[in-house]
């Protein structure tokens, strides 16, 4: 079930094809069937990062467990490298931010997964 969703006030030129990029890359990474990686991207009006409205970014990864350091370090560079082809925005101008969440708090088939991974 993992989570990824990236926003910036920056749109690509051919979303669908950006998103299944992001979602093939964003499997390999996490380690998890694609089938149930969910991946969204989101145009902002603004975003200001160091102060400034120059193109950035904001991604956000959640998952539960399978959050760890080394997993993120690779996650992050590998999404910064597909933003920064598509978008052309440097990694240096936004944030990762790393949830792990309870099996407990992710519905799915109208059930959560602590029910599923009995």
């Known amino acids: 079930m993992p989570?990824?969703?990236v926003s910036s006030q920056k749109a690509p030129k051919d979303l669908a094809a950006f998103s299944k990029r992001?979602?093939?890359v964003f499997a390999e990474h996490v380690g998890k069937?694609?089938?149930?990686?969910?991946v969204t991207f989101t145009k902002v009006d603004e975003l200001l990062f160091g102060g400034n409205n120059e193109p950035g970014f904001?991604?956000?990864?959640?998952s539960i467990g399978n959050v760890a350091e080394e997993r993120n370090i690779k996650?992050?560079?590998?999404?910064?490298a597909e933003?920064?082809?598509?978008?052309?925005?440097?990694?240096?101008?936004?944030?990762f931010l790393f949830s792990d969440?309870?099996?407990?708090?992710?519905?799915?088939?109208?059930?959560?997964?602590?029910t599923i991974l009995k």
């Open 58 to 62: 904001l991604v956000k990864v959640g």
């Open 75 to 80: 996650l992050t560079k590998a999404i910064s």
């Open 3 to 5: 989570i990824l969703e």
């Open 101 to 114: 969440y309870p099996a407990a708090h992710i519905g799915y088939k109208d059930t959560v997964f602590s």
């Open 33 to 38: 069937p694609e089938a149930l990686c969910l």
């Open 83 to 95: 933003i920064q082809a598509e978008l052309g925005i440097n990694n240096d101008r936004g944030f």
């Open 22 to 24: 992001l979602s093939t």
